[in-house]
Each structure stands twice: as structure tokens, then as C-alpha cells.
């Protein structure tokens, strides 16, 4: 099976005054794989989503998609490249039907209302939101707002899907149906990088893992290797796996 | 009138216009709210010390006794029975502007309401000291004006103190840095949105009350000053409490000592234009950090 | 044909012609121009919901743009003899040059710093057309105001005797701003404008250029306002620096469409028609007391803010869908 990198960041450094959030950072994500990327509480994740998706940029490093260097791109560009995202604090447009907000998502490709209407059913459906598509977005619940935020970043068609906790808050037999939902993407040939706080659904998702603390990488690779690595034990399982455990 | 001259009565209405900035600016440092009506409450304060002086033949500086409490109650009653029930139905709006345009709604209706009742004469309280000056080796200084600068630095200093050194102060400046840290600190935020209302919409009816025996009032007359108000207090630094009155003294020496040099037009084209720089570059004032609230 | 048989279809087009057949019934030229002005600040509102309501940017400085409008097609027809007709166009481009201006820059302010900005500006600019009293040898009158200079009947002008014409032509203008703004909702950049007013940042996510977006409302809303500074300035044949590009025009704009409701496509024109009717009737009743009007529409958008904030639209819906649902009914029971 070839490994194609996808997404590769090099050397990745971002400072905010003095505070270095990620330090010298790299990992690649190859095409068809699912990535995790985890680690404690603000270990620096939702900052690396912010450098990818071109909300901050490097104070230092590069960062390839598709094997261009995309570092400097606004985020709309970031997106019109095929990079999708969503936001941990779900972000839907309050007023309007779940089905008008994945339309939103669904022009990037057309200008046509029928032809975005059409791509916005389609993937309600994907995400199994199609009941709802009539419902305002901001009556959902928990659950159907975290398939929203994955509905409006699915239909601007990504190569590769950015999941920022799509899992916290949510009780296990949510989880079981949202790791379901992720899955039924990953099969529809998109790649995808996830933030997981919940690490029993991280490990049951992702092909591979990337441990980060305090800004930096201490492990990769699968995910039962990982959870055996002493280092990632001492930052981060030691404290919290029993718990996450039950 | 000479350079000095220029500069001396640049700086004596330019304390005035920074003593109605400080209105704004506590305002918004506390509630992050523009108050369009700001200017409208200054006017109101106005006409009010002008008829009490004309009806009655109270002083206009004795006024301030009757009216500085009836403008803080006016003001928080304002944002108790109005602005609140706005702030509390957009707590959730990323950008709230309800409050903005109800103020100024406000402006409007206040405005018109007092040109209804009081029509639009140009009104001033012609006391014996409105033209009275002082003569300093040929340099002649308002004598009204004077006294507005003096309460000016007076009102500033007391209300420094009061923001550092009180308990009701230091709500107010840690409900301006944070609502909902204030809110954990079991702080009333209604109560102190509503004393900053009252305190700023008091403020304003006190610079009212210093310019009328030198300055005509009609209905409109706050219009000329909020805009200038909204002038320094981006100059200044939105929520800064020096930088009111420096961006004050500021614009009073531009508009005085400029006018020395070229029209008017000029000198008020220059001012809207530093105004639209520094909103869009340097949207934190002049002196860059902000008055920590 | 089946469609038209359906109250949605048919009652608006009703609406229309009632609207086209007034002047049959309404002959008195004094009330005629009060329907022209009633029309006009109904286009106003809805071209200023442009950007102030689709794009949510809170513009308090469109009556730069009236102005802009006004005085660029004004002076061109008294000195170069151009005909308010082309003049429209040339009008509404320099005032829609002027918002994308003050668009670019601005485009990084939000909320009430974007609000002060456009204070700032249209205050800059209305300081300098007061002073302003001859442009080369163009006398432009400054704080005096400008006289549009009258030729009696003159159609290929924009200059009649009759108001019905005025009537017809703010009517056609308003009608076809209308259909724009239809389009706008329910098109791909209607979906961005709203992304963009809910969260910008989500928008940007979604790969939606919010600062094209934006410049692109703004252009539009302020060429639409400059057209009308045009029909006013026709209408009215009188331009007064503080009157057009003041304060007051300003606020009025704005507050017709918050009264009407910002944001949807008929709220700002129903906010013109009822607040500029009452402000009229006001009028006739209280028999010149002044500022009874404004300080009613100052009155009305406080307690709208508070107590109704999507605007009278919101009743509209409610009697326009009992209406629509009666109308279906009575057909149903006629065609059993």
C-alpha cells in the first residue's frame, strides 16, 4: 500500500509573546489514514489545528498539504485546498435549518442552489442528520450539533477533515453512533485527523496516534504501542487512563 | 489672538470635551457599550441648568446640586429599564449592537422630545460671569471657561481615587475586565452596570452644566460635542480613563491652535481624518495599553 | 398558470398592481409626493439592509452615499448638461467607489468600532461638502445647499410637472432593489452574507472569503443608496449638505429598517412604509409641532430593541400566512 503524505507538518514552532504553545513539531498524515492526535489538557492540540488551518501562523516550520507548502494561507484558502475543520465550541448559524447551514459549506464548489442543496442532502445523509434538515440549528441537541459541525466542513468536499472533539460531551452510546458516523467518512475515502479527549474512542478510531505535551511531540505510532510507551504513561495515561478506563 | 492665547483656550475647552469623553469611555470600559445618547443627556443637563437659572435665578454652578443627582438617576434608570433587557436577551449574540442602536434610538427620541417641549432657541445662562476674563500680561482667559478646566481635573482625579480606592470602584473595574469572573466574585453586575450608567450619564450632565454660561444649548447641541466625544475617545484609547482627557486637551489644542494656521474645514477634515487612522490601525489609542478596568 | 391560482403567487402580484394602479385613484400632488417619499425611504431601508442587515455590518454613515450620489448627478446635469437619467448610473457608481472605500479598510472593525467608523467618515464628509462652495468652476453652494436647476416638463431629464411620473419611477427602482435583494437570499452569496453576520470565523472555515463578501455587500448597498440620493435629488431639486449627508438621514435609514426588521428581504421596506406613514400622518394631525416625528421613530426603535428585535416583519409573516392558509382553504372547499 503505498503512504502517500497528505499533510506534513516540519519543524513546526508557534510562540505567543514568550510562551512557546508548539514546539518544533512534525508528523505526517498519509492519504486514507486516520490520525489521532492526542494529549493533556492544553497540550497544545487545538493550536495545531489553528496553524494548519491558517488561523495562526508559524513563528517557525512548514507545513504541506498535497505537497504544497501551505503556511501564509488565510483559512478560506486553507479550506478551498481541501482542508476541512471543525470547531471544539460547535459553531452552527443559530437562525437558520441545519440543512441552510450545510448548504453553506456546499457552495464552495458551485454557485448553483440546487446543486448545493442536493450535495447538502447528501451528506445529511452520510452523517445521518437528514432527519433534522428542517429543524434550526440552534434547537438541535448535543449530539446532532456535533454531526452538524461535521456536516458543514464535509460538504466543502476535504481531502482531509480536521475533528476537534467531536466526541467530548457526548454519553457512550452517542460515542458508539458518532465513532459509526466517522467511520462511514472515513469510508467515503477522507482522510482525517482527530482531537480526542475521550482516548478510549481516540485508540478505537485511529490507525496511528500523535502524543503531544506542552507543545511537543513524545510518542507516535500505533495506538497500542503507544499507550506502553513509559514517557506518554508518565504525561498523560499515568493520571487519567484508569479513569478513562471505566 | 496670539500662538499663546490659542493654546491657552485649546486647553481650557479641551478639558471640557475630555470631562464629557470620560463619560464614554467609563461606559464602555465597564458595559462595552458606545452610548449614542450620551450627548442627548449632556443637552439635557443644559436646558435643565439654564431654566432653573432663568425661572428660578439659580446659579448654574449651584445647579449642579439638583441635576448631577437627577442625571444619575435618569442614567441608571436607563439601563436598568432599558439597556438591560437588551444586554440580557443578546447574551448569546457573538456581536451585540442591540444596545448601541437603542441608544441611539434614544438620542433621537430625547432630542426631539426637548425641541417638541422647549423648541429650538438657542438658549445660554447670560450670568455676570459669562463674559468676565482674566488679563495675565495681555493674555485674556475665559473666566468660565477656567472654572470648566478646573472641575475637569478635579472630577478626573476624584474618580481615579475612586476607581482604585473604593470596594464599589474595584467591582466596577473587575466587572469591566471580566463579567463572568465578576459574576463568581459575587459581585452585582446589574447594580454596577447601573452606577456606571448613572456615574457616566452624571458626568455628561456636568459638562452641560459648565458650558451654559458660555455656550448656547438647543436640541441638537450634543451632536456637536458627542462627535468629538467618540473623536477622543479612540484617540485615547476606548475605556481609557487618562486618555479621555488627554485626547480631550488634544483635539481643544488642534482645533484652537490649527485654526491659527488654516480653515476650519481643514482642521476638522484632519481631526475625522486621524480619527478613521487610528481606528483602523491602532484601534487601543495613543498610548497603547489601555486603563486596565 | 396552475401556480398563479395559488394565494402566494397571486397575492403578491395583486399587491404590485395596486401599487401601480394608486395614482388612478390618488390625484392630489401633495399626497402624490408623499407616496414618492414613502416609496423612497423604503428603498433606502432596503438598500442599506445590504450590508447592514444581510452582512451585518452596522453602517451609520449611508447619508454620505445619498449624497455622493445626488451630488455627482446633480452637477454633472447643471454644468455639463448630462441627463439625471445617465447621471443615475454615474451617481450610483461614485457612491458605490465610496463604500468599497470605506469598506477596505474597515473590513477588519467589528461591531460598534465599525459603527464608529462610519460615523466618522460620513461626519468627514459632510464637514467637507458644507465647506466646500465651488469644485474648480462648479459652484457646489456649500453650507447654502445647491439648487437643481428647473426645466419645466423636461421626461429626458428626469423633470416633470406631474408627481405621477416621480411616483412610477421611485416604484420601478424600489420593485426591481426588491427582486435584487430576493436574489440575494436566496442565492450562494445570501448563504455567505448570513455565515458571515452569525460567525465569521466558522464562515472562514468553510472557505467563504468573508473580506470579498463584505466589500461586496458594501459596494452594492452603497451604489443602491446612491441612486436614490439621484431620485432625491430630482424629486426634491434642493440639496442641503446637513439634510442629506447629516446625521439625520443617516439614523433614519437605519432606524426604518430596524423598526421593519434588518436582515430579511421585505422588513426594511415595511419598516419605510409604516414609520415614514405615520410620520406623515403625525404631521397632517399635529399640524407642524416639530420633531413630533422624529421623536416618534426614536421612541418606536427603543422600544422595538427591546421588546421586538426582529421587527414589525414578524407580525407581517404571522397576518400574511393566516391570510395565505384562509385564501388555500376557501379554494379547497370550492374545488370539492
Known amino acids: 500500500m503505498p503512504h502517500r503524505a497528505l499533510l506534513e507538518l516540519r519543524n513546526v514552532t508557534i510562540k505567543f509573546g514568550g510562551l512557546i504553545a508548539v514546539n ?63 470547531f471544539q465550541l460547535v459553531k452552527p448559524f443559530g437562525n437558520k435549518t441545519v440543512l441552510y447551514n450545510v448548504m453553506v459549506g456546499a457552495f464552495l464548489h458551485t454557485n448553483n442552489t440546487h446543486v448545493s442543496r442536493e450535495k447538502a442532502l447528501e451528506v445529511l445523509k452520510l452523517v445521518g442528520l437528514h432527519h433534522r434538515k428542517d429543524m434550526l440549528a440552534k434547537n438541535l441537541t448535543i449530539v446532532d450539533r456535533k454531526k452538524l459541525e461535521v456536516a458543514k466542513a464535509l460538504a466543502t468536499e476535504p481531502k482531509l477533515l480536521l475533528l476537534d472533539e467531536v466526541l467530548a460531551g457526548l454519553n457512550p452510546a452517542e460515542v458508539n453512533e458518532a465513532i459509526e458516523v466517522i467511520k462511514r467518512i472515513h469510508r467515503a475515502g477522507v482522510t482525517i485527523l482527530l482531537i480526542e479527549h475521550v482516548l478510549k474512542a481516540a485508540m478505537a478510531l485511529s490507525q496511528r496516534v500523535v502524543v503531544i505535551d506542552y507543545g511537543r511531540k513524545i510518542a507516535e505510532g500505533p495506538p497500542e504501542e503507544v499507550t506502553n510507551n513509559p514517557e506518554v504513561i508518565k504525561a498523560y495515561l499515568g493520571e487519567r487512563y484508569g479513569a478513562a478506563r471505566n | 489672538m496670539g500662538l499663546l492665547s490659542a493654546v491657552v483656550n485649546g486647553i481650557l475647552m479641551g478639558g471640557i470635551y475630555g470631562l464629557l469623553a470620560l463619560g464614554l469611555t467609563l461606559i464602555f470600559g465597564i458595559m462595552k457599550i458606545i452610548n449614542f445618547a450620551h450627548g442627548a443627556f449632556l443637552m439635557v443637563a443644559m436646558i435643565l441648568s439654564y431654566w432653573l437659572w432663568r425661572i428660578m435665578g439659580l446659579d448654574p454652578y449651584l445647579s449642579i446640586v439638583v441635576i448631577i443627582p437627577l442625571m444619575f438617576v435618569l442614567g441608571y434608570l436607563t439601563q436598568r429599564y432599558l439597556i438591560k433587557p437588551v444586554l440580557d436577551a443578546e447574551k448569546d449574540v457573538r456581536e451585540p449592537i442591540g444596545a448601541l442602536l437603542l441608544t441611539a434610538g434614544l438620542s433621537v427620541a430625547i432630542e426631539n422630545f426637548v425641541l417638541m417641549v422647549f423648541g429650538a432657541d438657542y438658549l445660554m445662562a447670560q450670568t455676570s460671569y459669562s463674559g468676565a476674563s482674566i488679563n495675565l500680561s495681555g493674555l485674556s482667559i475665559s473666566v468660565p471657561r477656567l472654572y470648566a478646566f478646573i472641575a475637569t481635573l478635579i472630577v478626573t482625579v476624584l474618580f481615579y481615587q475612586f476607581l482604585n480606592k473604593t470596594e464599589l470602584g474595584r467591582a466596577m473595574r473587575a466587572t469591566g475586565q471580566d463579567r463572568g469572573v465578576a459574576l463568581l466574585m459575587g459581585i452585582n453586575v446589574p447594580k454596577v452596570y447601573g452606577i456606571a450608567f448613572g456615574i457616566g450619564t452624571a458626568i455628561a450632565g456636568l459638562t452641560g452644566i459648565f458650558l451654559i454660561p ?48 488654516m480653515t476650519a474645514t481643514w482642521t476638522a477634515i484632519l481631526v475625522y481624518f486621524a480619527f478613521l487612522v487610528f481606528l483602523l490601525f491602532r484601534p487601543s489609542g495613543l498610548f497603547g495599553s489601555r486603563y486596565e478596568w | 398558470m396552475a401556480r398563479l391560482a395559488s394565494p402566494r403567487y397571486y397575492l403578491p402580484v395583486l399587491l404590485i398592481l395596486l401599487l401601480f ?202 451604489f443602491f443608496a446612491g441612486v436614490g440620493g439621484v431620485f432625491y435629488a430630482q424629486l426634491i431639486r434642493y440639496l442641503e449638505p446637513n439634510a442629506i449627508a447629516g446625521p439625520i438621514m443617516s439614523n433614519q435609514i437605519v432606524f426604518l429598517a430596524i423598526v421593519g426588521g434588518r436582515g430579511t428581504v421585505l422588513g426594511p421596506a415595511l419598516g419605510g412604509l409604516v414609520l415614514t406613514l405615520i410620520g406623515e400622518i403625525t404631521r397632517v394631525v399635529f399640524n407642524q409641532i416639530m420633531g413630533l416625528h422624529l421623536f416618534l421613530y426614536g421612541l418606536l426603535v427603543v422600544l422595538f430593541v427591546i421588546f421586538k428585535p426582529r421587527g414589525l416583519i414578524e407580525f407581517l409573516e404571522v397576518l400574511w400566512n393566516r391570510l395565505v392558509n384562509l385564501l388555500e382553504r376557501r379554494e379547497g372547499k370550492h374545488a370539492a
Open chain 2, 214 to 261: 458660555f455656550y448656547y444649548a438647543h436640541p441638537t447641541v450634543g451632536e456637536v460635542f458627542i462627535t468629538k466625544a467618540f473623536i477622543i475617545v479612540v484617540l485615547g484609547g476606548l475605556g481609557s480613563v487618562p486618555g479621555a482627557l488627554v485626547g480631550g486637551l488634544l483635539i481643544g489644542l488642534v482645533e484652537s491652535v490649527a485654526a491659527q494656521y
Open chain 1, 24 to 86: 518544533d513539531l512534525s508528523f505526517t498524515v498519509n492519504e486514507g489514514e486516520i490520525v489521532g492526535l492526542i494529549g493533556p489538557n492544553g497540550a497544545g492540540k487545538t493550536t495545531v489545528f489553528n496553524l494548519i488551518s491558517g488561523v495562526y501562523r508559524p513563528t517557525k516550520g512548514e507545513i504541506y498539504f498535497n505537497g504544497e507548502n501551505i503556511v501564509g494561507l488565510k483559512p478560506y484558502q486553507v479550506c478551498q485546498k481541501g482542508i476541512g475543520r471543525t
Open chain 3, 21 to 222: 394602479a394608486l395614482p388612478l385613484f390618488v390625484k392630489s400632488p401633495y399626497y402624490l409626493h408623499i407616496m414618492a417619499m414613502v416609496l423612497f425611504w423604503a428603498y433606502m431601508a432596503t438598500a442599506w439592509n445590504i450590508v447592514g442587515g444581510f452582512a451585518g455590518q452596522l453602517s451609520l454613515g449611508h447619508g454620505a452615499y445619498v449624497a455622493a450620489g445626488a451630488y455627482t448627478s446633480s452637477l454633472l446635469f447643471a454644468y455639463l448638461g448630462i441627463s439625471p437619467w445617465f447621471g443615475m448610473f454615474i451617481g450610483g457608481l461614485v457612491a458605490g467607489l465610496m463604500g468599497f472605500l470605506v469598506g477596505y479598510p474597515t473590513l477588519r472593525l467589528r461591531g460598534a468600532y465599525y459603527a464608529l467608523a462610519t460615523v466618522g467618515f460620513a461626519e468627514g464628509f459632510r464637514v467637507i461638502l458644507t465647506n466646500t462652495t465651488h469644485i474648480g468652476k462648479w459652484k457646489t453652494g456649500g453650507a447654502e445647499g445647491f439648487m437643481i436647476p428647473l426645466l419645466g416638463n423636461a421626461p429626458q431629464h428626469m423633470q416633470f410637472i406631474s408627481k405621477v411620473p416621480y411616483y412610477y419611477l421611485i416604484l420601478v427602482l424600489f420593485l426591481i432593489l426588491v427582486l435584487i435583494c430576493r436574489w440575494i437570499d436566496g442565492s450562494k452569496l445570501g448563504y455567505y452574507l448570513t455565515a458571515l453576520r452569525e460567525d465569521e470565523d466558522a464562515a472562514l472555515a468553510l472557505g467563504i472569503n468573508t473580506a470579498r463578501v463584505k466589500l461586496v455587500a458594501a459596494t452594492l448597498s452603497a
